[in-house]
């Protein structure tokens, strides 16, 4: 028997008012379906932010991949149908490649849809991108800092994006209802939103994130070709430490290729900068200087405490992972 409306208040009952609600978004066309793309699938369906999903990669076997795991409504080899009649796109592609599929899809981008993006780096998408997009769409570029080393259609689960940043980056002539729309949806998957420019985003990531990848790259590269040590020996006697290395070590080579490439100017800097702070220690170290050494621990183990203070990660042994 189905509910009637609340005679004292004339509202339908809480379960048949869900049942009913309106999806934020009629069409949402999810460009690219590895972690994040996967991610935002699985977040739309359990929020219900999206009445038609449509995924679309280049691979069949991708594609497969994500009709087995029912991700979408609709799956597509090419970009531009999966996008057609969409009231937000995503690029969740690498970013050395935004800019073609930009181009591909734009003639089938409808006026009034949202363009954005998950990209690690601002200027070089918007660079690339932003020449492509029709008189009408809206190119609100993104990034939501939220990842694992894992990657693929399976790698996807809806808790990724809970209490992370979404960092939104609106041009100058932006329309604020469309970056208002944009927020609700980050916030709707849990996401905190902050919007910044492009160069200080840039800037931001490439310490936070692009530097200590480039540097676990470097560790567990150096580890794998010490000639007083074997291979072997270094697989069977990792420690904690570089045990984590090798995690981050284990990211999608391609879009950390492309990350690099593309924030070339930031990265640079902060190696500089790294590397000068690097032969403090290493001056230290040499000469015996136990209390410089202990200063400059004891401020990064406060760090480390803020992080955790802020949400960011956990106390608990093993940074939390399982």
């Not at 800092?145 to 809806?158: L, M, N, Y």
């Not at 480039?214 to 010490?226: E, K, R």
């Not at 391609?254 to 290493?282: K, S, Y």
Request: with cysteine; proline share 5%; hydrophobic share 40%.
């Amino acid at each position: 028997m189905s509910e009637t409306p609340d005679r004292k208040t004339g509202n339908m009952p809480a379960a048949d008012a869900e049942a009913t609600k309106r999806p934020m978004f009629d069409r949402v066309a999810l460009i690219g379906l590895g972690l994040i793309g996967s991610s935002l699938a699985h977040v739309m369906r359990r929020e219900r932010l999206a009445g038609h999903i449509a995924g679309a990669t280049r691979s069949e076997a991708t594609l497969k991949r994500a009709e087995e795991l029912g991700l979408c409504d609709s799956y597509h080899l090419d970009a531009a149908e999966a996008v057609r009649d969409a009231d937000l796109v995503f690029l969740n592609v690498p970013v050395g490649a935004m800019g073609k599929v930009a181009e591909h899809i734009a003639p089938a981008l409808k006026p009034g849809a949202i363009l954005t993006d998950v990209g690690s780096v601002k200027g070089a998408v918007i660079r690339d991108v932003a020449p492509h997009v029709p008189q009408g769409v809206h190119f609100i570029p993104g990034h939501p800092i939220a990842g694992t080393e894992q990657s693929g259609p399976d790698a996807g689960f809806p808790e990724l994006f809970e209490n992370r940043w979404c960092i939104l980056v609106p041009l100058e002539n932006t329309d604020e209802r469309a970056l208002a729309r944009l927020t609700r949806f980050w916030q709707a998957t849990g996401s905190n939103v902050e919007t910044m420019t492009a160069e200080h985003h840039d800037l931001v990531l490439g310490i936070t994130s692009h530097l200590p990848h480039l540097i676990a790259y470097n560790i567990v590269l150096t580890a794998a070709d010490l000639e007083e040590v074997t291979e072997s020996e270094v697989i069977k006697y990792s420690a904690g430490g570089f045990r984590d290395f090798t995690r981050l070590a284990a990211s999608d080579p391609v879009m950390w290729r492309d990350v690099f490439l593309n924030n070339r100017e930031a990265v640079l800097e902060l190696l500089g900068r790294f590397m000068e702070d690097l032969h403090v220690l290493q001056r230290a170290i040499r000469w015996g200087d136990g209390e410089k050494l202990y200063e400059l621990f004891k401020r990064s183990r406060r760090i480390r405490r803020e992080i955790i203070e802020a949400g960011q990660d956990t106390p608990a042994p093993g940074f939390g992972r399982r």
